[in-house]
């Protein structure tokens, strides 16, 4: 070790304080090696020895030393706790990290953690030396063992995170394109009278084309993670207003909305100039967290002369729930209870339920999803007025 065994063979001080050294390793034999290699040079000088992440955090408020050489793997949360602990309780610490293996993942965790340097064990005495007194100057050391799996790693996620940022881009350009009226149209499908069959309202309903083809929940979905939500749902319902004056005397057009959409500041003035003929049909699914906040923005809505609907009653909690809190003008019933009912005694249980329940409060029921004679006759029977699905007529747009 004659080699490493002063400051100006070795490097690692410049001045004439030695350079303050933590060691923090689980294996008691490394920790007595890296003693002595210590030892052995007038440039450095052991300030405290750690067999535990806690124990090094405790050492590094304690003792402040200048480098802490940690282990990648000890108890008490590993390397990286450590890492990150010793340089927020002393943030003069340089943080040098050592692993008995090459491990590309653990390499760039301790350096997220903030370690600037990193060796294996088993790395040559005056490599640990050097690299002491390099990261002491305020440079970063990686032995040559990983720096050619670091430089890999980090050029494979760096080209990970572009082929993602590439295809979020391009997502969102689509949805883009959606909102400047590109690829969106919409469908209308006849709410009807059951016993006369004739039109009282028309649902709008959004249609996207765009590759890959998918229903349009799913746009509406992927809008949301690209926080373009409530900016596709506007959207949507300013271009089944745009239809308004082509639907047929005296029908109402009924636009769906989130709770969130049903909540924006700006949906008053996209529904103002439809006012009495407008439903505003509540869609999602999902617990609402401030019943107060939703029905004071639904009642501005009504203040226009909207009328609110709650959709797909009786498909689950969430709808029951809006039912009660938001008192909505209209119900309609979740195709899960029509469908069938003629046949099936617990279908006509509930759906006669929500009807007795809808009667008392004083509001209308639409059923939905009636897709037989069957269907209808029995929706008839048990005092439903109203009603939708492929039977009666399928979304299309408006001649």
Known sequence: MASVGSPSATGAGTSSDPIR???????????????????????????????????????????????ALVDVKMPAGGGPRAAREIIRVSPGTRVIALSAFEDRPTVLEMLRAGAVGYLVKGTAAGEIIESIGKVARGGTSLSSEVIGGVVHELSSQLRREEIEEQELESRRGVIQRFLDGEGLSMAFQPIVDLRTQSTVGMEALARFRSLPMRPPDQWFAEAVRLELGIQLELTAIRQALSALPNLPPGTYLSVN?????????????????????????????????????????????????????????????????HTLQLAPDIVKVDISLTRDIDSDRGRRALASALISFADEMDMTIVAEGIESQAELDTLLELGVVYGQGYFLAEPAPLP
Request: charged residues 20%; negative net charge.
């Open 21 to 67: 050294v933590l060691i923090a390793d689980d294996e008691p034999a490394l920790r007595v090696a890296l003693s002595d290699l210590l030892a052995q040079d007038d440039g450095v000088i052991l300030v405290g020895s750690a067999g535990d992440a806690d124990e090094a955090i405790q050492l590094a408020v304690s003792r402040r030393p200048d480098v």
């Open 257 to 321: 909305a989130s709770q969130h959409a049903a909540m924006s500041p700006n949906l008053p003035a996209v529904l103002a100039p439809g006012g009495r003929r407008i439903v505003v049909e509540i869609t999602e699914h999902e617990a609402v967290a401030d019943y107060a906040a939703l029905s004071g923005s639904l009642d501005a809505l009504r203040a226009l002369g909207c009328r609110v609907a709650i959709d797909d009653a009786g498909a689950g909690y969430a709808s029951l729930r």
